[in-house]
T-cell receptor, first 115, second 114 residues
């Protein structure tokens, strides 16, 4: 059973371009969470999705950021018109059920660098 | 807003010594989790302790939870160089928060010298 798979591991984008980050949850997991980590900081929650539904997007910036988790395929975090401040590590986690009492399994992250 | 705050921010010990890291949080929780992150890597789940538990063990790890003081500690006994990593506590959002949303502290950087 492969763990949470994220790709790409590293992504370099010029200012103004779009960044698409992918996350395939563990087999059997239908709950996906995206977090952002700035250097020397902890992870900050961005969005929580179930298949085809956004459950909580309270941590998502209001503009340029969007997330989806379609019926088929990986979850996608999309950042449009990237700026230097978007440079960070983006982590995806999945769990078999929702709720705070569930262990979340994390991927290796995508390190986005905006030049 | 920051929920968990770990201290110390950095800890350097010799191999074989014990390492203790602390975490304080602000609001009511359902559970608290500890994670390890090696430099440049993802997070590895270490242990989950529920709000009605006071202590939990897993191998060389011992976690305590004091809900009256809103604090938790992670003890690593007989440390090894391979334990060198950053350690984070994470709490669920608790009352009023989204289920599944974890709130992380800034972490403790542990360095174990051989």
């Amino acid at each position: 059973n492969a763990g949470v798979m994220q790709n790409p591991r590293h992504l370099v984008r010029r200012r103004g371009q779009e960044a698409r980050l992918r996350c395939s949850p563990m087999k059997g997991h239908s709950h996906v969470y995206w977090y952002r980590q700035l250097p020397e900081e902890g992870l900050k929650f961005m969005v929580y999705l179930q298949k085809e539904n956004i459950i909580d997007e309270s941590g998502m910036p209001k503009e340029r950021f969007s997330a989806e988790f379609p019926k088929e395929g990986p979850s996608i975090l999309r950042i449009q018109q990237v700026v230097r401040g978007d440079s960070a590590a983006y982590f995806c986690a999945s769990s078999p059920t929702g709720g705070g009492g569930t262990e979340a399994f994390f991927g290796q992250g995508t390190r986005l660098t905006v030049v | 807003s920051q929920q968990g705050e770990e201290d110390p921010q950095a800890l350097s010990i010799q191999e074989g010594e014990n390492a203790t890291m602390n975490c304080s949080y602000k609001t009511s929780i359902n559970n608290l989790q500890w994670y390890r992150q090696n430099s440049g890597r993802g997070l590895v789940h270490l242990i989950l302790i529920r709000s009605n538990e006071r202590e939990k063990h897993s191998g060389r790890l011992r976690v305590t939870l004091d809900t009256s003081k809103k604090s938790s500690s992670l003890l690593i006994t007989a440390s090894r160089a391979a334990d060198t990593a950053s350690y984070f506590c994470a709490t669920d959002a608790g009352y009023g928060g989204s289920q599944g949303n974890l709130i992380f502290g800034k972490g403790t950087k542990l360095s174990v010298k051989p």
